[in-house]
T-cell receptor, first 115, second 111 residues
Framework: DAGVIQSPRHEVTEMGQEVTLRCKPISGHDYLFWYRQTMMRGLELLIYFNNNVPIDDSGMPEDRFSAKMPNASFSTLKIQPSEPRDSAVYFC?????????????FGEGSRLTVL | TQLLEQSPQFLSIQEGENLTVYCNSSSVFSSLQWYRQEPGEGPVLLVTVVTGGEVKKLKRLTFQFGDARKDSSLHITAAQPGDTGLYLCAPHSSNTGKLIFGQGTTLQVKP
């Protein structure tokens, strides 16, 4: 079975540009999470969805960040305008319906570099 | 604010040695997971512990959940170079539905 699929794997852009990261969760999983990982702050939860509905976006750093999940098989994380401090690895993860144990399945991540 | 600390932050050992990694929190959690992350990849779930005092074994890895469900440990016996990676503990709050990740322990096992 395919795991969580993220694209692009690497993105290098200039400050001020718009960045869109994409995620396809595992089929049948109804929770989707966006995390950001940096050396300084570790893994931080940005936002998560349940059945395509945003449940908690308290981790989204600023209004420059937005996330959507138009259907069960696709989500995007957009940064507009991007800044150098947004440079990080962004992970998407999905979780099956039984969230009693909260087990996450991560994608390989999108490494973003903002110059 | 829920505090979560992992120790040590970095560990470099020789193949064949034993080691223990600790995860401590200030809150009680319904369950706790351990993940391992290799460079360039996403974290991969190793185990979930649910019951206070629970011990789970995964080959040479032994995971324990504290009696009060505030802390956990991961013990690796006879470490191998393939054990190299970032080990993350992640307690789960059933109230918020969130996993909180620790900063992780970076383990290097030298041949």
């Amino acid at each position: 079975d395919a795991g969580v699929i993220q694209s692009p794997r690497h993105e290098v852009t200039e400050m001020g540009q718009e960045v869109t990261l994409r995620c396809k969760p595992i089929s049948g999983h109804d929770y989707l999470f966006w995390y950001r990982q940096t050396m300084m702050r570790g893994l931080e939860l940005l936002i998560y969805f349940n059945n395509n509905v945003p449940i908690d976006d308290s981790g989204m750093p600023e209004d420059r960040f937005s996330a959507k999940m138009p259907n069960a098989s696709f989500s995007t994380l957009k940064i507009q305008p991007s800044e150098p401090r947004d440079s990080a690895v962004y992970f998407c993860a999905s979780s099956p319906p039984d969230r009693g144990r909260g087990e996450l399945f991560f994608g390989e991540g999108s490494r973003l570099t903002v110059l | 604010t829920q505090l979560l600390e992992q120790s040590p932050q970095f560990l470099s050992i020789q193949e064949g040695e034993n080691l223990t990694v600790y995860c401590n929190s200030s809150s009680v959690f319904s369950s706790l997971q351990w993940y391992r992350q290799e460079p360039g990849e996403g974290p991969v779930l190793l185990v979930t512990v649910v019951t206070g005092g629970e011990v789970k074994k995964l080959k040479r890895l032994t995971f324990q959940f504290g009696d009060a469900r505030k802390d956990s440990s991961l013990h690796i016996t006879a470490a191998q170079p393939g054990d190299t990676g970032l080990y993350l503990c992640a307690p789960h709050s059933s109230n918020t539905g969130k996993l909180i990740f620790g900063q992780g322990t970076t383990l290097q096992v030298k041949p």
